[in-house]
Structures are given as structure tokens and as C-alpha cells.
């Protein structure tokens, strides 16, 4: 930021005799408004990630399932290795599930053994077949199906979050209240999570959780 700063202020030439003036927007405007600054910065992130986000913004899900993900493709989620790395006294930065490897965003979501179980699980579940990204965010993008509607897309997109969600919240009481991990526990939370959000929330959704959430949407 600093660099930056340094290359706007030296390509500003300093002329004699001229007074000073506030401007805004590359000299565009001179007056500055909440609505420029968002759309300054909104030119900024648009490009593959915002596409990525404008997905996640309407998928079918609960909101603070939705905002959990957000934290996930962010890489924000108070994984052990990040604490460790801002400098939080970590006594260890194994992952909370498997308790092998590191926890980072990428391990805890998509490589652990137990989340590889769950996504396994849910892709049987759902009747669909994908290449696994280690990437959260290619893994998300990918989380898709071809024979299916931009409607129904949005439902796996729905259950992605959904995942994401519970394996976080399954993480966190092994780490406060001690409870031993199950995979098919966070899957069968994951089913009826999502299932119940969208029995709720669509009139027409009339489908049985046991036989399968999409697979005879497909058809
Ligand atoms: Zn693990």
C-alpha cells in the first residue's frame, strides 16, 4: 500500500502558482461518494473470483451457512495454522478432525480423510461425479452438474455450503466439548439441513429426503 501510495503522489506533477484542491476518482470527480468508492472498489474484484461470489450470494442455502462459506473461499476461517500464524499461542496446529496433518482452510474442508468421507458421501447421495480441487474455491466451482437447470445448480451450490458449514461446526465441538468426529454424522446433519432449507423455502419442492435430493431432478 505504501508502494502504491509513493507511485500516486509521483505522478502527480507539482506545479507554482496553482492552488491546491481535493479530487476523487482519478480526476473523474471531485466530490466523493459512498457509491464511487464502492464502485472503485467493485472494478477492482470483478474478474473469475467475482463470479465465484456472485454463485455463492444465491446459493440455496441458510444465510450463516452462506457467510461461513464466504470465510472459507476467503481463507478466514480461524484455522490452527492461521491463529499460529498471526501469532495466537497455538499449542498445536493439527488439523481438529484427523488430528495428522496441518489445519489449514484447504486441509480442514477439502483433504482431511473425514472431510474426503463426507464429500464422498454427498456426491453418492446426490448422484453426481466430479474431479475433487484441493483449491475451496475450484472445488465450489466444480461442485456443478451439466444435465442440471442454473436453478438446481444453485441447490448443489446450496448443499456445498452446507458441508462447509457443518464440518466447520462438527470441527469446533471436538475442539470445545470433546466429542469424537464422525463423518457420517456431518453428512446426515448436512442432508437434513439442506433438505429442510429448501422443503421450507420452495412450494414445489415436494421430494423425499431417503430417495435422493436431485438425482430425479436431473431427468
Ligand atoms: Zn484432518
Known amino acids: 500500500m505504501e508502494a502504491n501510495l509513493m507511485e500516486c503522489i509521483l505522478r502527480v506533477p507539482v506545479k507554482r502558482n496553482v492552488n491546491d484542491i481535493q479530487v476523487w476518482g482519478n ?3 471531485k466530490k466523493y461518494t459512498v457509491n464511487s468508492a464502492y464502485e472503485c472498489l467493485a472494478k477492482q ?3 473469475t473470483h467475482h463470479v465465484v461470489f456472485e454463485v455463492l450470494w444465491k446459493a440455496k442455502a441458510f444465510p450463516n451457512v452462506v457467510i461461513t ?4 473461499l476467503i481463507d478466514r476461517i480461524p484455522t490452527r495454522v492461521r491463529l499460529s500464524r498471526r501469532e495466537v499461542l497455538m ?3 493439527v488439523c481438529g478432525l484427523c488430528q495428522i496433518n496441518e489445519e489449514s482452510c484447504q486441509h480442514l474442508f477439502i483433504e482431511c ?4 468421507l463426507v464429500w464422498s458421501l454427498c456426491l453418492n447421495w446426490l448422484g453426481i461425479v466430479f474431479v475433487q480441487h484441493n483449491d475451496p474455491k475450484s472445488h465450489f466451482v466444480s461442485f456443478h452438474c451439466v444435465q442440471a437447470s442454473f436453478k438446481q445448480n444453485l441447490m448443489l451450490k446450496g ?4 458441508v462447509v ?3 466447520s461446526e462438527q470441527r469446533n465441538s471436538i475442539m470445545f466439548k470433546k466429542r469424537v468426529v464422525d463423518a457420517n454424522e456431518i453428512f446426515q446433519m448436512t442432508q437434513l439441513k ?3 432449507w429448501l422443503k421450507h423455502r420452495s412450494n414445489s419442492f415436494t421430494y423425499s429426503l431417503q430417495i435422493g435430493l436431485l438425482t430425479r431432478l436431473y431427468v
Open 27 to 29: 480526476g473523474e470527480l
Open 194 to 196: 439442506s433438505w429442510s
Open 159 to 162: 448443499i456445498w455450503t452446507t
Open 165 to 167: 458449514r457443518t464440518i
Open 69 to 72: 462459506t464466504w470465510r472459507v
Open 113 to 116: 480423510k473425514y472431510a474426503q
Open 45 to 47: 474484484t470483478r474478474g
Open 91 to 93: 499449542l498445536l496446529t
